[in-house]
């Protein structure tokens, strides 16, 4: 009998209990409340950062230099007269090949003053002008056969001097120079890429008074290719990354109570 009271007991305060915790779940409510909570999401961006280049590239070198001319064919004719003065003096030279240059004809210093026109005429279409025969024209000899063949001689090689000058180009011409001892004289020209050149002078009397000399002034250019490396600057893409913060509710319950304003 004991025991059964014991149990009648133990089912009342089970039942109880019971009945407090439903009450007090019937007596709450939910409510929602904000909070702010972290997270991490990845991000694209951008990084710049320099990187070796390597190119082989053209670059054009300019060599020049500087040479004296020496005339391989020198004649001189003192009847011969050539734009209405007479000494003719003549000068052929014949000139490397380059890619650009000048001539300088230096006048020295003379005896006298004296009038002259010099002429400079590009032969590389017919040839130099060569000397003229032995016998001219103006000479005086002894036998009429002689004679006659030195004028058919004179007569050939002017025709033939008329024909290489009409086809000669005309590279350069000066006629108010004065030969004197007070100064020395230059003047240049470009050569236009000739390679057979004649210095023509007509007026000195004696080639004491036809004293100059030519210098030649050259350029050659040359393309090397030539390994070039630089910086540049690169762009990639990386993910990286990147905290965030966000507004979000959550709910909890509470005693109905206290969802009142407290006085």
Not at 60 to 83: F, M
Request: hydrophobic content about 35%; aromatic content about 14%.
């Amino acid at each position: 009998m004991i025991g059964a009271a014991i149990g009648r007991s133990l089912s009342a305060v089970f039942i109880i209990m019971l009945m407090a915790i439903v009450s007090v779940e019937a007596g709450c409510v939910n409510v929602s409340y904000p909070v702010k909570e972290t997270y991490w999401e990845n991000t694209t961006v951008s990084e710049n950062h320099s990187e070796a280049f390597s190119e082989v590239v053209p670059v054009v070198r300019a060599v020049s230099g500087e040479q004296p001319l020496t005339p391989y064919i020198v004649w001189s004719e003192p009847e011969l007269e050539y734009n209405t003065l007479k000494h003719f003096w003549y000068y052929g030279y014949s000139l490397p090949r380059h890619d650009k240059s000048r001539v300088k004809i230096l006048f020295l210093k003379q005896s006298y003053y004296e009038f002259v026109r010099v002429y400079v005429y590009d032969f590389s279409e017919r040839g130099q002008i060569l000397g003229p025969p032995l016998i001219s024209a103006a000479e005086n000899v002894s036998s009429s056969e002689t004679k006659l063949q030195g004028i058919g001689s004179w007569n050939s090689w002017i025709n033939s001097a008329d024909t290489k000058l009409t086809f000669a180009r005309p590279l350069f011409s000066v006629s108010d120079l004065w030969f004197n001892y007070e100064e020395n004289r230059a003047v240049e020209f470009d050569t236009h890429g000739s390679r057979e050149i004649a210095i023509i002078i007509s007026g000195p009397n004696i080639a004491q008074n036809c004293y100059f000399t030519t210098t030649l002034t050259w350029s050659d250019y040359t393309t090397e290719n030539v390994t070039s490396t630089s910086d540049h600057i690169v762009s990639s893409s990386i993910q990286q990354p990147i905290q965030k913060s966000r507004s979000t509710t959550r709910t909890k319950q509470v005693p109905f109570w206290e969802i009142f304003p407290h006085p």
